[in-house]
């Protein structure tokens, strides 16, 4: 059997995004041990620039082990116990992954359901709080990545907390993508992933918790379900302070790809990274439209790192897409839940996005829809 090689593609879709040569090589740098002490120095760096990336100085902000999935529910097993009542907004696929998250750690999800492709509407959540004073923590997802819309999470944290409510903010597509500011809006807790918008390998997700959020999670009544999860227990490794002990092995050469990302998105600068964003998103947007076809989301709540097209009628999405793979090296992606068939989700996060790919792109799609 031969070594593998992986194909070149242009990653266009909703992650992963391409991740940079200079990523690449820190990644294949050599092995040392988690609890070496340049190890903990480099651990203690990788703190302070995703304190950067996420605008917070929350001291509990670290990459956890494992997926935007596992930061998913790292956040919610810890902040829920059993008998909670949760309310989880949803306007696509991953506010409903929320949900499910909610129920198995013996919640009681309270949803406040939106039209796929729109923006939470923060009345509506208003209107769910005044009928549930009960509720303690509200969860929503800054950019919901299966339909490309942007909710506006200042405001339904205001919200949320008038109702004496903690919030759980899903930033897994927004962190280096798009504003983002925790400390700023009071955010109690967030995770992300490394794939998106930071152009790393996936596998790891930034997460942060502030006093009001960790307080929380020391007065639990009962213990954490997940032994792995527990946030008391793998602050052993991560928290601060002189002494660093075992909880698991991380995952060492992850975490040097990851500090080589976040390296250099400080050196581009955060702001400057938002507006890169927002500069292709709009050349995208607007090539698409003079092919002739329409952006899904309005305007006004799009998302600049993942624009979604809708299919028009007699077209074959899946068709279009695998002539893009095969014939331009190029990946998007399809529609999902009550989207499939009905859009195509074309990334321009961290790495990939520039003026170059969106030109590539283009002219590639413009083949396929002929050629489809
Ligand atoms: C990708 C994504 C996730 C899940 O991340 P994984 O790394 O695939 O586990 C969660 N939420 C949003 C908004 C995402 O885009």
């Not at 090689?5 to 041990?33: C, D, Q, Y």
């Not at 302070?48 to 990459?63: D, G, I, K, R, S």
């Not at 897994?172 to 809006?185: A, M």
Request: hydrophobic letters at 40%.
């Amino acid at each position: 059997m031969p070594t593998f090689n992986p194909p070149k593609r242009l990653l266009m879709g909703p992650g992963p995004s391409n991740v940079s040569p200079k990523v690449l090589e820190a990644l294949a740098l050599p092995t040392i041990g988690h609890l070496d002490p340049r190890f903990v120095e480099l651990m203690d760096e990788i703190k302070e620039l995703l304190q950067y990336a996420f605008q917070t100085n929350n001291e509990v902000t670290f990459p956890f082990s494992g997926p935007g999935s596992a930061g998913m529910e790292l956040c919610l097993i810890n902040l829920i116990e059993p008998g909670d009542k949760v309310v989880v907004c949803i306007n696509g696929v991953f506010g409903g992954r929320m949900k499910q998250i909610v129920e198995r750690c013996g919640g009681t999800p309270i949803v406040v359901e939106q039209d796929w492709g729109k923006a939470v509407d923060p009345e509506k959540l208003e209107e769910i709080l005044k009928q549930n004073q009960d509720v303690n923590l509200v969860a929503f997802v800054h950019a919901e990545t299966s339909t490309g819309a942007r909710s506006d999470i200042k405001t339904l944290t205001q919200i949320a907390h008038s109702y004496n409510c903690l919030v759980v903010a899903d930033t897994v597509t927004s962190l280096g993508g798009i504003e983002l500011k925790i400390d700023e809006w009071d955010i109690d807790a967030s995770y992300s992933g490394t794939q998106k918008c930071l152009s790393c390998p996936p596998g790891l997700s930034p997460v942060t918790f502030n006093q009001k959020a960790v307080d929380k999670i020391k007065n639990r009544k009962s213990s954490v379900q997940s032994w792995f999860m527990d946030i008391n227990l793998v602050l052993g490794y991560w928290g601060q302070g002189a002494k660093r002990t075992y909880h698991h092995t991380a995952p060492i050469n992850s975490l040097y790809g990851l500090h080589k990302a976040l390296l250099l998105l400080k050196e581009e600068g955060l702001e400057n990274a938002w507006e890169r964003h927002q500069k292709n998103s709009e050349l995208l947007c607007k090539g698409v439209e003079e092919l002739g076809l329409n952006i899904f989301v309005k305007e006004e709540e799009r998302l600049p790192e993942l624009v979604t097209v809708t299919v028009p009628n007699g077209i074959d999405e899946a068709k279009v897409r695998s002539y893009l793979l095969n014939e331009h090296n190029i990946e998007i992606g399809a529609g999902l839940g009550v989207l499939a068939g009905k859009i195509w989700r074309i990334g321009l996060m961290g790495y990939t996005s520039n003026e170059e790919n969106v030109k590539t792109f283009l002219s590639a799609f413009q083949d396929a829809l002929k050629n489809k």
